[in-house]
């Protein structure tokens, strides 16, 4: 079984899986007093308003935090290895960005969404955000007139029309900006993909910048803007409507695409049929009808637990 610190590292970074954020929500019911401190520590000890990150430095100031740390019930939460993965987690996270984002301090909201599914956020000048599981977004407290946003992970934007106050989205990969549209940003390990569902954005960094329209994508990486075309994916959205279209489709992407929108973990366990093609329009079904299908089309047994569908 993975190691709960590292489980717990990964918690802390943003970078864990449903399956454990479930290990963690688990020990947390046995571990309340101790998940506070290790949550405190963290949020003291990463400064995101620097471009390197020192983790030796931070190892040091959690354990000065940690140790000899008193509960409010008297108790001594003694220092485990945990600081040592979460230093270590937070390194990786933040090694090689270009430039400075998800910015510290008082002057940000911060919105994180911890679960396996969409969730809605309603920003102060009305503009409405779905923020995808596992993601994070930061927005101005004068957002009515700083229209400022931080993204990690991928959310879809309905935005306010503004003109005065440019919508600005900062990645690590670069900007995205609006004055009034829909259009759907995911920041992923190695860039970050802008498609557009009405309106028009600006979307930027150092090396380029282009201007999509509706139904166009570009994908912004460290080195480059790719120039503005027609999105051919059909599922661009479908973490966030729930309608999924598969023609042909290998297993191994249906079962990721169902991932980003059901609660429920779907598994595939059995990788023999991993390329198995798969094919359907599905608007909202419910996932166990949607497994039922894939049972009866693809050669496979579905096992239900709690919250988690394997498929073998």
């Not at 090396?207 to 080195?223: F, K, N, Y």
């Amino acid at each position: 079984m993975q190691d709960i610190n590292d489980i717990l590292s990964k918690h802390f970074a943003g970078e864990s899986n449903p399956q454990e954020e479930a290990v963690v929500s688990q020990w947390k019911e046995d571990h309340q007093e101790e998940y506070e401190i290790l949550s405190m520590a963290w949020s003291e000890t990463v400064d995101f308003s620097y471009k390197e990150y020192d983790s030796k430095a931070a190892l040091n100031k959690i354990e000065a935090r940690l140790q000899g740390e008193e509960t409010t019930k008297g108790k001594v939460f003694q220092l485990n290895k945990f600081v040592r993965y979460a230093a270590a987690a937070c390194a990786v996270l933040l090694v090689g960005m270009s430039a400075v984002w998800f910015l510290s301090g008082n002057n940000f909201v911060s919105v994180e969404n911890d679960g396996n599914v969409a969730k809605q956020v309603n920003l102060p000048d009305g503009s409405t955000v779905w923020l995808a599981a596992n993601s994070t977004l930061e927005y101005h407290k004068e957002f009515e007139t700083n229209r400022a946003i931080n993204l990690e992970g991928e959310a879809y934007f309905d935005v306010a029309k503004d003109p005065s106050h440019p919508f600005v989205i900062s990645t690590e990969f670069g900007e995205v900006e609006v004055l009034g549209t829909a259009f759907n940003v995911d920041v992923n390990e190695n860039s970050t993909e802008v498609f557009v569902e009405r309106g028009k954005v600006a979307v930027r960094n150092d090396h380029d910048q282009v201007e999509l329209t509706a139904g166009q994508e570009s994908v912004v990486s460290e080195s480059k803007v790719t120039a503005a075309q027609l999105s051919d994916d059909a599922n661009v959205l479908s973490w966030k409507t729930g309608n999924f279209i598969f023609d042909e489709t290998p297993l191994a992407e249906v079962v990721e695409e169902l991932n980003g929108y059901y609660s429920d973990y779907i598994s595939l366990e059995n990788k023999s049929v991993s390329d198995v093609p798969f094919s359907g329009e599905f608007n909202q079904r419910p996932v166990k009808e949607l497994i039922e299908i894939i049972v009866l089309t693809c050669g496979v047994e579905a096992e239900y637990g709690e919250d988690t569908i394997r498929l073998k």
